[in-house]
């Protein structure tokens, strides 16, 4: 069975930082692209960023001004996301999904909260 | 950046009924559209990709079609477990990958 977990999400003050995982299972971890996409509270999906299969191309959204760092351990089948200079418009769910274009895989999802 | 716009924002159903959801590219896309569902609390769920293609193991009575521009999700005899919100994707022109808003599908 295919599962992805997050975890690291919580409550932090503006201008802090955290660090979500996002641990693999069931499926061959090592041969996806892999992507977070968040949604903040009573809103739509948006995209973060993605990682390829080869890191050979990382990608994120231009209103993360540099801030996040994706990355990936393909011996540990973990993927995670280094949130820096954290605002209250950054609070929302974190999705870990996995595929190449589309997610064909999801997460439950994590949530970070970032409030004084 | 492609801007995806859905059709209506809210759609109200009965159950056995046919539900017809729209979603539209601000550029050419070709086929490269996925469509999700969304459960309150629940993570999205591929059910459609490259415009009409079924994820496994979404059943039959999702169809989807169009391409370029315009794209239908139709769901053809509703179920009361279809009750959701349903998101557009384009995946051609990236990054960024872009999402429409979303259509919710009530009773």
């Known amino acids: 069975e295919v599962q992805l977990v997050e975890s690291g999400g919580g409550l932090v003050k503006p201008g802090g930082s955290l660090r979500l995982s996002c641990s693999a299972s069931?499926?061959?971890?090592?041969?996806?692209?892999m992507n977070w996409v968040r949604q903040a509270p009573g809103k739509g999906l948006e995209w973060v960023a993605s990682?390829?299969?080869?890191?050979?191309?990382?990608y994120y959204a231009d209103s993360l001004r540099g801030r996040f760092t994706i990355s990936r351990d393909d011996s540990e089948e973990s993927l995670h996301l280094q949130m820096t200079s954290l605002r209250v418009e950054d609070t929302a769910v974190y999705y870990c999904?996995?595929?190449?274009?589309?997610?064909?895989?999801w997460g439950r999802g994590a949530l970070v909260t970032v409030s004084s | 950046e492609i801007v995806m716009t859905q059709s209506p924002a809210t759609l109200s159903v009965s159950p056995g009924e046919r539900a017809t959801l729209s979603c539209r590219a601000s550029?050419?896309?070709?086929?490269?559209l996925a469509w999700y569902q969304q459960k309150p609390g629940q993570a999205p769920r591929l059910l459609i990709f490259?415009?009409?293609t079924r994820a496994t193991p979404i059943p039959a009575r999702f169809s989807g079609s169009g391409s370029g521009t315009e794209f239908t999700l139709t769901i053809s005899s509703l179920q009361s477990e279809d009750f959701a919100v349903y998101y557009c994707?384009?995946?051609?022109?990236?990054?960024?990958?872009?999402f429409g808003q979303g259509t919710k599908l009530e009773i």
């Open positions: 999904a996995s595929g190449g274009g589309y997610g064909v895989y």
């Open positions: 069931g499926f061959s971890f090592s041969h996806y692209n």
């Open positions: 990682i390829s299969s080869s890191r050979d191309y990382i």
């Open positions: 550029q050419n896309i070709g086929s490269n």
């Open positions: 490259g415009a009409s």
């Open positions: 994707q384009q995946y051609n022109n990236w990054p960024p990958y872009t």
